[in-house]
């Protein structure tokens, strides 16, 4: 689920104590199991968002913005696995594998100028919809495994990485709110 708190700013040793604390508790949150490719797979996405804002005093000028820091649970190949597997990581990984067809449909509306973009198809694309249209700006960093047997997931997610690349998702853009002080 999604949690919203309010970092002290004015105590630099109990916001930091505050941030740790939430580091933990997301830790703790997050779901890893073996899998055939790694033995401490990540089961669901992890999306880390930090709201900021600054306020010139003479002027009254707001200026805000956000930082959305989003590890993605990496695909996996549903047919050719144990059918050993079980039923809980066998929906995880259908779950995982539909977020990120969502995500890669609304890059393609993206691409496309499509007069819809499917945000609303999973919780990780609407949570994204700000950064990913609009005054946004994104940067992805892929994790490869060198391996020869991971060769089949690296090509799968070097394409995927190409067709994101070709996407323009916007010219960040300065949010300003003057305030009548």
Not at 22 to 34: D, E, M, P, Y
Not at 68 to 86: C, F, K, N, P, Y
Not at 131 to 160: Q, W, Y
């Amino acid at each position: 689920g999604l949690t919203n708190v309010m970092i002290d700013i004015n105590n630099f040793d109990k916001g930091m104590a505050m941030i740790n604390s939430i580091l933990k508790c997301a830790a703790r949150a997050r779901t890893v199991a073996a899998t055939k490719m790694n033995d401490r797979s990540s089961r669901s996405h992890s999306v880390f968002t930090l709201d900021i804002a600054g306020k010139n005093i003479e002027s009254g000028a707001v200026t805000a913005g956000s930082l959305h820091l989003v590890d993605l649970a990496g695909s996996e190949r549903i047919h050719g696995l144990d059918d050993s597997m079980d039923p809980k990581q066998l929906r995880e990984t259908t779950n995982i594998n539909k977020s990120l067809s969502c995500l890669g449909d609304v890059f393609s509306a993206l691409a496309t100028d499509a007069n819809h973009v499917p945000y609303r198809n999973s919780k990780l694309t609407y949570l994204l919809q700000n950064c990913l249209g609009g005054d946004g700006k994104a940067c992805m960093v892929v994790n490869l495994s060198p391996t020869i047997a991971s060769s089949n997931e690296t090509i799968h997610s070097l394409r995927f990485a190409e067709r994101v690349s070709q996407i323009e998702v916007g010219s960040g853009r300065k949010k300003v709110h003057v305030s009548n002080r």
